[in-house]
C-alpha cells in the first residue's frame, strides 16, 4: 500500500499569502514525553519544536513523540543536537521532515545543513530508505527520487558571525527558513540573560529585514508577550511563544505560592 508523506513546514509558510495569512505560532516540546508531547499537538498553535539540543531526547523519544504528534493538525520541527551529517541523517531516517539547525554561523554551515539532508549528487545523505521510517519502508512512492521535497531545513540565527552574516546564509540554495535565538545571541554579543537588550532587538530586527529583502520566512524565539507581538509587528513570519517544561514549572509554583504557607502564614515560593 503507498503511503503519504505529511506537508512541510516550508508549505505551511508558503500559503501564509494564502489561507493562512498570519504568522505560525508554536511552542518548545522539552520533556521528553510522548504524553505531554501529544496533549500539546491538540492545543491548536500550528507548530511544535521537539527539542534535543537542550533537552533529555535521544532517537527512541524522538521517534515516540512523532509518532505520538501524527495525525494532530499541527507541523513538528526537531531541532538535533549539532549540525552534523550522522545526526541529520538518523533523524531524517526516523521519519522527521522538518529540522531546525542550531547555531549556523556562516555560509558553509548553511551548505553542509542543506548537503545532509540531500541524496548523492546534490548531498552526502546515505541511503537507507529501506530500513527507514522516513520511506515508511520503501513504501513512499518514488521516496528517494523526492525525498528532498518532503523535508524542510531552518536554520538558527544565534550569534553575532551569524548575524553578520545573514543575507549571504538566506541565499543558500536549500535553506527554506531562518530562525533567530537571542538567548544565545545575546550571550554572544556580551550580553548574557539580556535578550530584551535594545541591542539584541535590533540584532534581531536586522534578521527579520534581510530574510524579507530576500523572500524567504524568518521566526524568533519570545516567551514575553509583548516582545513576541513586537517582533510579529516587525515581520516575523513564525514564533515560539512558550515550552512545556517552562509552563509546568511556572504553573506548580503557582499552585504552591496559593496553597503551601510557613508557620507564619506566608507563601513558600522557593526551595
Not at 103 to 120: C, F, G
Not at 179 to 206: C, I, Y
Not at 237 to 258: C, H, M, P, W, Y
Amino acid at each position: 500500500m503507498p503511503f503519504r508523506i505529511e506537508d512541510t513546514f516550508r508549505d505551511a509558510l508558503s500559503k501564509q499569502n494564502g489561507t493562512a495569512g498570519r504568522p505560525l505560532a508554536g511552542m518548545w516540546v522539552c520533556s521528553g514525553s510522548p504524553l505531554i508531547a501529544e496533549l500539546c499537538a491538540g492545543s491548536g498553535l500550528d507548530w511544535l519544536l521537539v527539542d534535543a539540543e537542550h533537552s533529555p531526547n535521544g532517537l527512541e523519544s524522538i521517534l515516540a513523540q512523532l509518532q505520538a504528534i501524527h495525525g494532530y493538525p499541527v507541523h513538528t520541527l526537531v531541532r538535533p543536537p549539532v549540525n552534523d551529517t550522522v545526526v541529520i541523517k538518523q533523524y531524517l531516517d526516523l521519519g522527521v521532515q522538518n529540522l531546525l539547525i542550531p547555531m549556523v554561523n556562516s555560509v558553509a554551515e548553511a551548505e553542509a545543513a542543506v548537503a545532509a539532508t540531500r541524496y548523492p549528487p546534490q548531498g552526502v545523505r546515505g541511503v537507507g530508505s529501506a530500513l527507514a521510517r522516513a520511506a515508511r519502508w520503501n513504501r513512499v512512492p518514488d521516496y528517494l527520487v523526492r525525498a528532498s521535497e518532503t523535508i524542510s531545513v531552518t536554520v538558527q540565527i544565534e550569534s553575532t558571525a551569524a548575524v553578520d552574516a545573514v543575507e549571504d546564509i538566506l541565499k543558500v540554495d536549500g535553506v527554506d527558513a531562518v530562525f533567530v535565538g537571542p538567548s544565545d545571541l545575546a550571550a554572544s554579543m556580551g550580553l548574557l540573560g539580556q535578550q530584551e537588550h535594545p541591542e539584541v532587538r535590533t540584532a534581531v530586527e536586522h534578521c527579520l529585514a534581510a530574510a524579507k529583502a530576500a523572500g524567504k520566512p524568518a521566526g524568533v524565539n519570545a516567551f514575553n508577550p509583548d516582545t513576541a507581538r513586537h517582533y510579529l509587528d516587525t515581520g516575523a513570519n513564525f514564533i515560539l511563544v512558550g515550552a512545556d517544561v517552562a509552563l509546568l514549572a511556572r504553573g506548580s509554583e503557582a499552585l504552591a505560592a496559593q496553597y503551601v504557607t510557613t508557620k507564619d502564614g506566608s507563601a513558600r515560593t522557593s526551595y
